[in-house]
């Protein structure tokens, strides 16, 4: 299988409409700065490449910078720890929440592309809260997956934050299974953290994963 960078994942998933946070592929420091400002502080820096699938492990994932200098900086930080496995940077606008989820496709030997929803970021292996459906899927099959993990209370209203747009939500649920049935060389799609900007569920990180 061959692993795609987070720029040319996010290229594929944004074509079939899948809300990511927005950034901008940057080569410079100064880029990076002004890329920065542009988004409004505070950003994330990421390194991207097609061997850095684990961003945060590599150590080319840089979070709440606050101004021009800390990014010019992270930069310097990212390029110096991936070495020749960079091939370019992301610049993305920092969302703070506290309720993350997981979303994505694979493609299973007997049933073809199914769609996964659960509980994200570091609890996705450790609870594996999670649900499953066989693409194609319709609205009705999206809200039962929304239903079915434990960790659904969190997509309601709670301590003051707004509840999740689920409808948006299913959407993106309903995206991924046309993306596994129309696009055949995908083994595999991951969205972790799928986080929620006010009620809008936006993908903090992306990753396209192709066959043979």
């Known amino acids: ?21 927005e950034s901008r592929t940057i080569r410079s420091a100064e ?22 699938a684990h961003k945060t492990e590599s150590g080319v994932v840089i979070l709440n910078l606050a101004d021009s200098s800390g990014v010019e900086k992270a930069f310097a930080e990212i390029e110096s720890r991936a070495g020749d496995k960079l091939e370019g940077v992301l610049v ?21 592309p199914c769609v996964m929803f659960g509980l994200g970021g570091i609890f996705t292996e450790a609870l594996k809260d999670i649900s499953f459906r066989v693409a194609p899927l319709v609205p009705i099959d999206a809200e039962e997956m929304l239903d079915e993990v434990q960790a659904s209370r969190l997509l309601g209203s709670v301590r003051g934050r707004p509840a999740a747009d689920r409808r948006a939500l299913g959407d ?22 799928v986080l929620l900007d006010g009620p809008r569920p936006v993908a ?3 990753l396209v994963v192709l066959k043979e």
């Open 1 to 21: 299988m061959r692993t795609l960078s987070e720029a040319e994942s996010r290229k594929i998933l944004e074509s079939y409409g899948i809300p990511l946070v």
């Open 31 to 52: 880029e990076a700065a002004k890329a920065a400002e542009n988004l409004g502080f505070p950003v994330v820096l990421k390194g991207t490449g097609k061997d850095l």
């Open 92 to 112: 993305q606008r920092m969302i703070a929440s506290d309720r993350e989820f997981v979303a994505g496709m694979k493609r299973d030997p007997q049933f073809g």
């Open 172 to 193: 993106l649920l309903i995206a991924l299974g046309k993306i596994g049935l129309e696009k055949d060389e995908i083994a595999e799609i991951d969205l972790n953290p």
């Open 204 to 206: 903090a990180d992306a």
